[in-house]
């Protein structure tokens, strides 16, 4: 079955559209798909990096507060350096202020001899005043502390002396809540002023049995051997209430003689610092980690402060799976306790998570930011979901597009079909007249057949068809008119 040229013409504009738009529409979606991959996968790339600055950043600002409040404490141990060597010095305007022996804050309280603001204090756990520091030393108790002073002029100069720092340690505490425990150790008589005024040496028993003395001690040797410089001890627990502290110290020296006249200290509870510094909201389970650069756990959310028999754990031991296993190997604990700043990721009971670690430059410490990795990256797969809602968006618009084109191809391929088609329909039903008998009596009558002059006008190989064929009625004119001449004259020949 043979089609018509006007059915051949709108299916082969129509095929060649469709083929062009489909072709056009499949590389342009093609490409569309390809951006959005691509944007996506370019995207996430530069979000994850940013996320793991971010990481790092929250890190060092952590690092930074935490390294401002130990230099805001070691600022505050200068001071009272200062204040106590000038209290040594010939020319010291110190005045006497009632000292308080440390037994009676806390036993045979009925004699009264303590200060009137002392009460018992629930965070410490045991009676303390606020207004005045305890003086202690060893072989002493309540019964011969009196008779100790009395025999040692110099031990008794150094506790009058000594009972002006009580001022300083009162501002102090007013501006650094924080700082638990401030102190003086003496070298020689082993005098030691306490700090909110408490007991220190326990019973009479327990003086008598097992004296305290506090330059045995390794967080005062550890300060001594500073030569006087700021020193951070490692944490260690004290031995009033079993708190994990960390001291800041430093040895002070006799103004006049350059001799070692004992040390003097501020502690900080681990607590206050988990409290105050790593309890950090980050996003919904992060959390904020304090360590040493030995690797010994400061301050772990997961971690509770062990016995004092019970030595510190390494964060690769608080950081472990379900089975006990460390979650942290020993080249990453390397690189954390390196010095330097950076982010690692390790997996812990099948979840990957980042760790960003940043050294504090007071006192040895480094600030962990622990934040499992979905949570870090959520905001990625956010990213991708917009960014392929985008693409189907821009897909389906192409598909738009390309069905509005189609329904246009279709119309101006009829529209240039019947163009084409409509003179050759004229000039087709003009020389079907012209076949017919009806159309020669017309012809050789008032002839006249209509050609549009519009066709005519056309500069086109329909303009040239329509000129031809007026030409070929012309001539068949002519000859007509030729023709009825000849019979007529032949008639009057006649």
Not at 79 to 103: G, H, I, W
Not at 331 to 338: A, G, R
Not at 417 to 425: G, K
Request: proline share 4%; aromatic share 10%; charged share 20%.
């Amino acid at each position: 079955m043979t089609r018509s040229i006007r059915a051949n013409i709108i299916i082969s504009f129509v095929a060649f559209s469709l083929i062009s738009l489909v072709l056009v529409g499949a590389i342009s979606i093609g490409f569309i798909s390809i951006i959005g991959q691509t944007t996506i996968n370019r995207s996430s790339n530069a979000l994850k990096d940013q996320i793991q600055d971010n990481v790092k950043q929250t890190a060092d600002q952590n690092a930074l507060i935490i390294n401002r409040k130990l230099s805001n404490a070691e600022a505050l141990v200068n001071a009272m350096a200062e204040e106590c060597v000038n209290l040594f010095k010939t020319d010291s305007p110190f005045k006497f202020r009632q000292p308080y022996y440390d037994y009676f804050f806390e036993f045979d309280r009925g004699q009264e001899l303590f200060p009137n603001d002392t009460y018992l204090d629930q965070q410490y756990g045991i009676y303390l005043s606020w207004s005045y520091a305890s003086w202690y030393i060893p072989q002493s108790n309540s019964s011969n502390y009196l008779q100790l002073l009395a025999a040692d002029p110099s031990l008794n100069d150094t506790v009058n002396r000594v009972s002006n720092m009580d001022y300083i340690f009162q501002a102090i505490h007013e501006n650094a809540p924080e700082i638990r425990w401030l102190y003086i150790a003496f070298e020689t008589t082993n005098l030691f002023i306490n700090y909110p005024g408490s007991a220190v040496g326990g019973t009479n028993n327990e003086r008598n049995a097992d004296p305290f003395v506090s330059t045995a001690e390794e967080w005062y040797t550890d300060v001594r051997s500073g030569n006087g410089k700021i020193v951070f001890t490692a944490p260690y627990f004290d031995p009033i209430d079993g708190a994990l502290l960390i001291t800041i110290g430093k040895a002070i020296y006799h103004p006049v003689q350059n001799t070692l006249i004992g040390c003097i200290f501020a502690d900080i509870t681990i607590e206050s610092i988990k409290e105050k510094i790593l309890d950090i909201d980050i996003l919904e389970s992060g959390y904020a980690v304090l360590i040493q650069e030995s690797g010994l756990v400061v301050a772990h959310p997961e971690w509770t402060a062990p016995n004092p028999n019970v030595d510190l754990p390494t964060i690769d031991q608080v950081e472990v799976n379900l089975n006990g296993l460390s979650a942290i190997s020993q080249p990453q604990l390397t690189v954390i306790t390196s010095g330097s700043t950076g982010v690692i990721e390790y997996e812990r009971d099948q979840e990957d998570r980042y760790l960003a670690y940043a050294p504090v430059d007071k006192g040895d410490y480094i600030c962990l930011i622990i934040v499992p990795v979905d949570e870090a990256i959520a905001s990625v797969g956010v990213l991708a979901q917009r960014i392929d809602a985008q693409t189907v968006t821009t897909i389906v618009q192409a598909l738009i597009i390309i069905l509005v084109a189609v329904v246009l191809s279709i119309t101006i391929g009829i529209w240039i079909s019947n163009r084409i088609i409509r003179p050759i329909t004229h000039l087709t039903q003009i020389a079907s007249k012209m076949a017919t008998d009806q159309v020669r009596e017309d012809l050789l009558g008032e002839l006249d057949l209509q050609i549009d002059s519009e066709l005519e006008k056309q500069a086109d190989e329909v303009g040239d068809l329509t000129r031809a064929f007026k030409g070929m009625l012309n001539s068949l004119k002519q000859e007509k008119k030729e023709a009825i001449q000849k019979l007529d004259d032949s008639f009057w020949d006649e």
